[in-house]
């Protein structure tokens, strides 16, 4: 059971940081975006990712410390 803990966790942290990612490359499409609609839809997908993000942290961080 602990191995199969470890495994979810290592999962988690990986997705955790693949959406990291990509709120930084959506961000920086935004930026890099010259139509206002490319820009806003880039926009709201970084901050999509970012949510995402920032729930699978709090689940690691409850899995972690339990």
Do not use: G, I, N
């Not at 997705?15 to 839809?41: I, P, V």
């Amino acid at each position: 059971e602990e191995m199969e803990v470890a495994t979810t966790m290592t999962e988690s942290e990986d997705r955790m940081e693949r959406f990291e990612t990509l709120t930084a490359e959506c961000e920086l499409l935004a930026k890099l975006a010259t139509d206002s609609t490319k820009r806003e839809f880039y926009l709201k997908l970084a901050e999509h990712y970012y949510q995402l993000a920032r729930e699978t942290r709090a689940a690691v961080a409850t899995s972690a410390a339990a």
